[in-house]
């Protein structure tokens, strides 16, 4: 069944440094991957996703990600993080019709 | 630019009453989703519609939910003799059906229900 794993439940990083949130996936087939945030209190808000093709995905927000096969990973990139990133970050893979998310991850920037 | 809406925000209930939820897609959007979310969770499927069809139904949806989607506009899901177990948020996801589970699903702010 398809299904992703974040294994870090928290990532913290300084501002203005690098950041990789973490995504494995388990799927049957080609598989279509996204990444969301979410906000205190709020929605999902959709950042990239994977579908086919190039293996670097850019997104919203200065986000990118990188599909890698060989590893099944599907890891969150920003070159330079900034404190309002952070938040809740979800891995999301496809089965038929549903997403199906990972537990999540923490993103916490300090200045 | 209007995104996908949900009422209410917040809904606090005592156990055994019955509550419901509206959300209101995209406006172009034929697919319809609901996930429920728990506290350090990520979303879990609930159910989800195309067009006024409910096409799926996930086994967390017990006897007691029911969702509705009558002219394949808004729906609602009605939750009936709620119990604590109930309290998540409740998300609503909506996206423009034809290209299948490649499609973005855009979700609502949610409904943040306590059941007391």
């Known amino acids: 069944a398809q299904s992703v794993a974040q294994p870090e439940d928290q990532v913290n990083v300084a501002e203005g440094n690098p950041l990789t949130v973490k995504c494995t996936y388990s799927v049957s087939g080609n598989p279509y991957l996204f990444w969301y945030v979410q906000y205190p209190n709020r929605g999902l808000q959709f950042l990239l996703k994977?579908?086919?093709?190039?293996?670097l995905v850019k997104g919203s927000y200065g986000f990118e990600a990188e599909f890698n096969k060989s590893q099944t990973s599907f890891h969150l990139k920003k070159p330079s993080a900034r404190v309002s990133d952070s938040a809740l970050y979800f891995c999301?893979?496809?089965?038929?019709?549903?997403?199906?998310f990972g537990a999540g991850t923490i993103l916490r920037v300090k200045s | 630019d209007t995104g996908v809406s949900q009422n209410p925000r917040h809904k606090i209930t005592k156990r055994g009453q019955n509550v419901t939820f509206r959300c209101d897609p995209i406006s172009e959007h034929n697919r319809l989703y609901w996930y429920r979310q728990t506290l350090g969770q990520g979303p879990e499927f609930l159910t989800y519609f195309q067009n006024e069809a409910q096409l799926e139904k996930s086994r967390l949806l017990s006897d007691r939910f029911s969702a509705e989607r009558p002219k394949g506009s808004f729906s609602t899901l009605e939750i009936q003799r709620t119990e604590q177990g109930d309290s998540a948020m409740y998300l609503c996801a909506s996206s423009l059906g034809g290209s299948g589970s490649q499609e973005t699903q855009y979700f609502g702010p949610g409904t943040r229900l306590l059941v007391l």
């Open positions: 994977y579908i086919t093709g190039d293996n």
């Open positions: 999301a893979v496809t089965r038929g019709n549903k997403l199906v």
